[in-house]
């Protein structure tokens, strides 16, 4: 098992910046691609960034390119998505999940483990 817990959330008008955080307990953080995904009120999860298990390699959903840096530091179990130049639209509940696979897949459904999340609110 792996444990999840984001932190970092919270009101920030358009325009400002927010960092997310999500520290994992568990298995060895090294074994898992870490992704970031978001929720809206009415709307399916979706991606929006994911970081090899060796912190080399990114990959971002189209409308965060530019705007949202993905790391990890692999030393403290810990993942972050720093958000930029944040847009109403940002608005969601952001999910940090785990994925046991060597490549960076983006489906929501193959992710292994999830945290509970944190809310983000860009108000304009």
């Known amino acids: 098992q792996v444990q999840l817990v984001e932190s970092g959330g919270g009101l920030v008008q358009a325009g400002g910046s927010l960092r997310l955080s999500c520290a994992a307990s568990?298995?060895?953080?090294?074994?898992?691609?870490m992704d970031w995904f978001r929720q809206a009120p009415g709307n399916e999860r979706e991606f929006v960034a994911a970081i090899s298990r060796g912190g080399y390699t990114t990959k971002y959903a189209d409308s965060v390119k530019g705007r949202f840096t993905i790391s990890r530091d692999n030393t403290n179990n810990t993942v972050y998505l720093q958000m930029n130049s944040l847009k109403p639209e940002d608005t969601a509940v952001y999910y940090c999940?785990?994925?046991?696979?060597?490549?960076?897949?983006?489906?929501?459904?193959?992710?292994?483990?999830w945290g509970k999340g944190t809310l983000v609110t860009v108000s304009s």
């Open positions: 568990g298995r060895t953080f090294t074994n898992y691609v």
């Open positions: 999940a785990a994925d046991a696979r060597t490549t960076i897949v983006t489906t929501p459904g193959a992710m292994d483990y």
